[in-house]
């Protein structure tokens, strides 16, 4: 394990932290990345899983409301039960049930999660939205300053060379852990479908967490979370919005429409093509 500088494919350096040949973020404490399969899983942990760029943030907050019974306005942030982020012993101080979160696939995850039956919430959003989305992210992390250009990060991030590696890989795991384990309870969300009816999707992941709300609720829950209004919010009351100033960035599906060129859109659709040949996973890359 090690501190590396990767560079895009212009030369412009990414930090980030090595282990067993994966590239994560540069956390200045990385015990969390090393030892995350060994956190203590208990029978009622709810895990929120997905790629970086999927809409964690936003799906957190609303299991956490759907889980309290009432709107937040706190600035507790995501990072709190974020396994690769959070220090091992404030995970474990939490009270249940504990809502945690992650980026790692689930084969390198504390095996318990499965054994206990653990309910997971699986978030998948379009790769060339995520691409976007992360470089834009790491542009604006004030303690990385990457200046890289987009055309010399997006088929490297696409390759899986920066933090995370590749979302092909990530997102065939899954579905391949999904399928070894039919057991395990897990909810699909696309980021897409919750873009086109955030109330149709709320009211699955109500139903998935046992809270049962009752409409009115979900309905003032789609408004209080909507991307203006979370975005508001964060603003008013986080602490980690101005180490993180790109996370809520537009919101919207389609946006890689303004940065991918007609060469890499095709290139992207070439390679999309062949890994994803096999799978039925249904991606949409807009919604009209
Ligand atoms: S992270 O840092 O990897 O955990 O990021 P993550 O939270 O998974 O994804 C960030 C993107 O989600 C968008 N976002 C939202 N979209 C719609 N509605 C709401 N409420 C919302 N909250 C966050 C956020 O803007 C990032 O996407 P982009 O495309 O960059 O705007």
């Given at each position: 394990m090690s501190r590396v500088k990767v560079l895009d494919a212009g030369g412009d350096a990414l930090p980030m932290?090595?282990?067993?040949?994966?590239?994560y973020p540069n956390y200045a404490q990385t015990d969390s990345i090393v030892n995350i399969h060994k956190v203590p899983i208990r029978d009622d942990d709810i895990f929120i899983c997905g790629f970086p760029k999927s809409g964690t943030h936003w799906v957190w907050e609303v299991s956490r409301m759907l889980l309290a019974g009432h709107q937040l306005d706190d600035a507790v942030e995501k990072g709190v039960g974020m396994m690769e982020y959070a220090p091992h012993d404030a995970i474990q101080?939490?009270?249940s049930p504990r809502l945690l979160n992650t980026h790692f696939k689930l084969s390198l995850l504390p095996p318990d999660i499965v054994k206990k039956r653990c309910k997971?919430?699986?978030?998948?959003?379009n790769p060339k939205d995520v691409a976007v989305s992360y470089y834009n992210f790491m542009l604006k992390l004030?303690?990385?300053?990457?200046?890289g250009k987009w055309e010399n990060f997006m088929k490297y991030h696409v390759l899986g060379k920066f933090s995370y590696g590749s979302w092909f890989d990530f997102v065939l795991d899954w579905e391949e852990e999904k399928l070894k384990h039919p057991e395990l309870p897990v909810l699909t969300l696309h980021y897409e479908d919750m873009k086109e009816n955030n109330l149709r999707e709320l009211r699955k992941l109500d139903r998935f967490l046992g809270t049962d709300r009752g409409e009115g609720f979900l309905s003032a829950l789609c408004e209080h979370t909507s991307f203006t209004g979370m975005n508001q919010r964060k603003a008013r009351t986080s602490s980690d919005?101005?180490?993180?100033?790109g996370l809520y960035r537009k919101g919207i599906?389609?946006?890689?429409?303004?940065w991918f060129s007609p060469?890499?859109?095709e290139w992207f659709d070439t390679y999309y093509r062949e890994r994803m040949e096999g799978s039925d996973l249904n991606i949409r890359f807009s919604l009209s």
């Open positions: 932290f090595q282990h067993q040949g994966q590239n101080a939490m009270s997971i919430v699986y978030l998948l959003r004030p303690y990385y300053t990457y200046r919005h101005g180490a993180f100033p599906v389609g946006d890689w429409k303004y060469e890499q859109n």
